[in-house]
């Protein structure tokens, strides 16, 4: 009896340590809707001055589910991670009812038509390289690593691939 006692209560101890660790994790966000989208942009080409290095743009928020699964599908793959962070200043701008950003959007060639999340591919200067929509990249209920690496390597989309195909 003595032992069962001692199981429930170490089970009991450490179900409490795993729940407040748990609750004490808070998960990122990606997108903060009291940010100036035109200061965030402005940040990231002062950051890239004289570097040969292009800034993707991320326009969404995390009131919708598919940035925020393309956001965990990018952050919790060590590779994809890696690969965007050596290929790009990612950027993430809020467009939603809080903030809909639209001085950033304007800069950003009004991307907002594609869906979200899209993707904007900006120089160093922050001059529009070409809008994207991310719809190409998505497989099942989540996104296609294999069609995000081959987007970072050569900056193709799906649909630039498949046209190549025809």
């Known amino acids: 009896m003595r032992c069962i006692k001692h199981v429930l209560m170490s089970t009991l101890l450490f179900s409490i340590a795993f729940l407040q660790f748990g609750c004490s994790q808070q998960s990122r966000t990606f997108y903060d809707s009291s940010l100036d ?92 390289l070409r809008k994207i929509s991310t719809g190409g990249f998505e497989a099942g209920d989540g996104y296609d690593k294999a069609k995000l690496l081959h987007f970072i390597k050569t900056h193709e989309t799906p649909e630039d691939v498949a046209m190549g195909e025809e």
């Not at 956001?71 to 919790?76: C, L």
């Not at 690969?83 to 800069?107: C, L, P, S, T």
Request: aromatic share 10%; with cysteine; glycine share 8%.
């Open 37 to 128: 989208g035109v200061k965030q942009l402005d940040e990231a080409i002062e950051k890239l001055q004289g570097r040969d290095r292009l800034i993707l743009v991320q326009v969404g928020g995390d009131w919708c589910k598919w940035c925020v699964r393309l956001n965990q599908t990018i952050s919790k793959d060590p590779e994809l991670l890696k690969a965007f962070d050596e290929q790009f200043e990612w950027v993430h701008i809020y467009y939603g009812k809080e903030n809909k950003n639209a001085e950033a959007m304007k800069r950003l060639d009004n991307p907002t038509d594609l869906g979200f999340p899209v993707f904007v591919l900006l120089d160093n200067q922050g001059n529009v």
